[in-house]
């Protein structure tokens, strides 16, 4: 339809006339509309958005608004479908399964760029792709985000939610705003859960084979670092040996679990529940053994897993930060200073365990996670309710026993094993410098 083309053609154009844009679209027909496909349909309401921001004739624009609406409440909601057609969404699809098929980490769609991977940590252009248009993303926006997720996407300008293809793979859906456009990250869920200590993770050491009464324990880590692998692991492990109850308050839903020695129940972020803390505050007579909250980010839900933990309920969670120290300074901080020294006593008497990872490129090509562990003791304890967090990192790199590592006795404990290469892993190394200090003498060094 040419129309459609003369609306695209005007809408790339550096110096737009949102007022040409208008008189192209009040001229059409009802049936017009009507006759063209879901993602050309998607791209006009997007253009409509856009001109709302503009000096048009807001009688016209409303006029267009109401005959894409009527069409809508006639007919439902626009949206795409895969189809055995060569279109945008079957290429789309193609990718998803080479992503699957390839193992790639994640893959990054950017309205007018090519599509971008990650494996085995390197980022790089996806080869034999073309660059998708913002009608596209949208379109496809509008296939893998449920109705109130893309409204919320529209609202926000920013969505979470997940995906599953049987038979490929399935992926954790990152939707943003880049610029006023659209883009997409796919971040890949492994369909098996691996043991802890596939993933050198042993529980034994850490002390939580069994899952303690109550308390809570800490996931750390920066951004795509494996902390939801982890916890996953973990509460697979739970899952096969041990006869409780674990629910699991997710945003989005990513690893799957089926029941074993456990029951478990998984609940999403904005399809089962409105808000983490409302999902926390549920959990206090749900009867849980255990209960996992994806992110710990906020005040309000800090409240809630202290609550749950002192009443008896085991809360596991993460927190995006570098190290296990990072991770208490940036609890504390979502408390004002001058009530930071109760919470301070709450979290020492809570807390159980905080572990920190990072993944690091091996020699042999691909990553392993190296992690950092503070087993919450009497000194630990002391360190957290005195507000003096800045004293846990010595503190760690002076406890041997009980569980507790820094992450500089762990990568020192790798670069002996010759599993990684000093000059690759420098920079992830935190406070590298004193690392260096540290271990000059010795011979990896």
């Not at 496909?37 to 006029?63: A, C, G, H, M, P």
């Not at 379109?139 to 529209?154: C, H, I, K, S």
């Not at 002390?207 to 670092?225: D, M």
């Not at 629910?247 to 529940?273: C, H, M, N, W």
Request: charged share 25%; with cysteine.
């Amino acid at each position: 339809m040419s129309w459609i083309e003369d609306i695209k053609n005007e809408m790339k154009k550096k110096v737009r006339n949102p007022k040409e844009v208008l008189n192209l679209l009040i001229d059409l027909e009802e049936s017009d509309l009507q006759a063209i496909d879901n993602v050309e349909f998607i791209y006009l309401k997007k253009v409509l958005e856009k001109l709302s921001r503009t000096s048009v004739d807001q009688k016209k624009l409303e006029k267009v608004n109401a005959r894409m609406n009527k069409i809508e409440t006639r007919f439902g909601k626009r949206k795409v479908r895969f189809s055995s057609k060569r279109g945008p969404e079957m290429l789309f699809f193609s990718m998803l399964r080479k992503a699957g098929e390839e193992n790639y980490e994640t893959l990054h769609v950017k309205s007018d760029s090519k599509p971008l991977v990650r494996q085995a940590g390197e980022l790089r252009v996806l080869s034999g792709e073309s660059s998708y248009d913002e009608s596209d993303i949208l379109g496809l926006l509008a296939e893998v985000l449920n109705p109130e997720e893309f409204a919320r996407f529209q609202k926000e300008k920013q969505a979470n939610s997940s995906l599953s293809l049987p038979g490929i793979s399935r992926f954790k859906i990152s939707a943003y705003y880049e610029g006023r456009k659209p883009g997409i990250c796919f971040r890949q869920v492994p369909q098996t859960i691996p043991e802890p200590q596939e993933i050198d993770l042993y529980l034994g050491h850490l002390g939580i084979t069994v899952p303690p009464k109550g308390g809570l324990i800490l996931i750390c880590g920066p951004a795509l670092s494996g902390k939801s692998m982890a916890c996953a692991s973990i509460m697979e492990e739970w899952n096969r040996t041990r006869a409780c109850r674990i629910l699991s308050l997710e945003d989005p839903i990513e690893y799957l679990f089926s029941d074993k020695r456990a029951s478990i129940v998984q609940r999403e972020l904005g399809t089962d529940f409105t808000d983490k803390a409302t999902g926390l505050s549920h959990a206090m007579g749900d009867g849980a053994d255990v209960v996992f909250l994806s992110s710990l980010d906020k005040r309000e839900d800090l409240d809630w897993a202290l609550n749950l933990s002192e009443s008896g309920v085991l809360v596991l969670s993460t927190v995006q930060s570098e190290t296990c120290q990072g991770a208490l300074e940036f609890l504390a901080g979502l408390v004002p200073q001058s009530s930071r020294l109760p919470y301070l006593e709450r979290i020492s008497r809570s807390l159980t365990l905080s572990t920190c990872q990072v993944l690091v490129p091996t020699k042999t090509g691909g990553r392993i996670a190296v992690r950092e562990s503070l087993k919450v003791d009497p000194g630990a304890r002391n360190l957290i309710r005195e507000n003096n967090l800045l004293s846990l990192l010595p503190y760690m790199h002076q406890t041997i026993e009980g569980g507790t590592v820094s992450f500089h006795r762990q990568f020192q404990r790798f670069l002996n094993e010759g599993v990684i290469e000093l000059q690759e892993v420098i920079d992830l190394i935190p406070d590298h410098q004193t690392f260096l200090a540290r271990y000059q003498g010795q011979s990896t060094i």
